[in-house]
Nanobody, 113 residues
């Protein structure tokens, strides 16, 4: 019900755009998030977009990443620019409200020269 795509290998300073295709019921939830988890690290919240389009970002990605949503396609995007090696992680899409919590399978992003 949540399917991420767009990950891959990119050089430092490069860009990637992740996509998260959701079922209509999940896409209508209050919050859609992108999380990431590096090897041996805890999962961390990267960016959030609400159903009315408000956004919020982790300090580590502010000014470099942009979260957006296409309501006609039930898809959430994460545009990642100026990528750094420390952005390397599995990126997960999450849709949630006070009652429901759904996760995608994740997509690997590797930033390396």
């Amino acid at each position: 019900q949540l399917v991420e795509s767009g990950g891959g290998l990119v050089q430092p300073g490069g860009s990637l755009r992740l996509s998260c295709a959701a079922s209509e019921s999940i896409f209508s939830l209050r919050f859609m998030h992108w999380y990431r988890q590096g090897t041996g690290e805890q999962r961390e919240l990267v960016a959030t977009i609400t159903s009315d389009g408000s956004t919020n970002y982790a300090d580590a990605v502010k000014g470099r990443f942009t979260i957006s949503r296409d309501n006609g396609k039930n898809t959430v995007y994460l545009q990642m620019n100026s990528l750094k090696p420390e952005d390397t992680a599995v990126y997960y899409c999450n849709g949630e409200n006070s009652r429901y919590d759904y996760w995608g399978q994740g997509t690997q992003v590797t930033v390396s020269s």
